[in-house]
């Protein structure tokens, strides 16, 4: 039994071309939807700035280490943040600052009051959503810097 060959036509070319290109653009808007939902903002806005304070940075993360401080802030259900310390000497002050990541808000600025046992809470409060916060930390003479990102 012989089959009847069918024959190749504009439609089955038309076919696998709309086909591909279908494939193509999908492919496109999922990376594209990826790497929009993935940006997370600017480290810095303008490198040759930034390059030119790189080895200060350097020294006073050097210089933060050597203190032996550490600092973790968290946010609690109110926005307040609690910043949990260890080997912070008694008598010290925090600040720091709240910036939003993609600039869709204005940079909080944080004072901290103590409430015991190397933990601060801050004055302010902050709205949900992602934020990078700098730390300050100075007891007397002595200074520690150092940042995290809350979520």
Same mark, same amino acid.
Do not use: C
């Given at each position: 039994?012989?089959?009847?060959?069918?024959? @190749?036509t504009? +439609? &089955?070319?038309?076919?696998? @071309?709309? =086909?591909? @290109?279908?494939?193509?653009?999908?492919?496109?808007?999922?990376?594209? /939807?990826? %790497?929009? =939902? /993935?940006? &997370?903002? *600017?480290?810095?806005?303008?490198?040759?700035? $930034?390059?030119?304070?790189?080895?200060?940075?350097?020294?006073?993360?050097?210089? /933060?280490? %050597?203190?032996?401080?550490?600092?973790?802030?968290?946010? +609690?259900?109110?926005? +307040?943040?609690?910043?949990?310390?260890?080997?912070?000497?008694?008598?010290? +002050?925090?600040?720091?600052? #709240?910036? &939003? !990541?993609?600039?869709?808000?204005?940079?909080? !600025?944080?004072?901290?009051a103590? *409430?015991?046992? =190397?933990?601060?809470?801050?004055?302010? *409060?902050?709205?949900?959503?992602?934020?990078?916060?700098?730390?300050?930390?100075? $007891?007397?003479?002595?200074?520690? #810097?150092?940042e %995290?990102?809350?979520?």
């Amino acid at each position: 039994m012989a089959q009847a060959r069918k024959n @190749f036509t504009g +439609r &089955h070319m038309a076919a696998i @071309f709309v =086909g591909a @290109f279908a494939i193509v653009i999908a492919v496109n808007l999922a990376m594209a /939807s990826v %790497a929009v =939902g /993935s940006f &997370h903002g *600017t480290v810095v806005d303008n490198s040759y700035v $930034a390059s030119q304070n790189y080895n200060g940075w350097l020294k006073q993360a050097a210089a /933060s280490k %050597a203190l032996g401080w550490q600092a973790v802030p968290h946010r +609690r259900a109110d926005g +307040r943040v609690v910043v949990e310390t260890l080997a912070v000497p008694a008598g010290a +002050r925090i600040t720091g600052t #709240a910036e &939003h !990541p993609l600039g869709l808000r204005a940079d909080t !600025p944080l004072t901290f009051a103590p *409430t015991g046992k =190397g933990s601060w809470v801050s004055n302010q *409060t902050l709205v949900p959503g992602r934020w990078q916060v700098r730390l300050a930390i100075r $007891a007397g003479s002595e200074a520690w #810097a150092g940042e %995290a990102e809350l979520r």
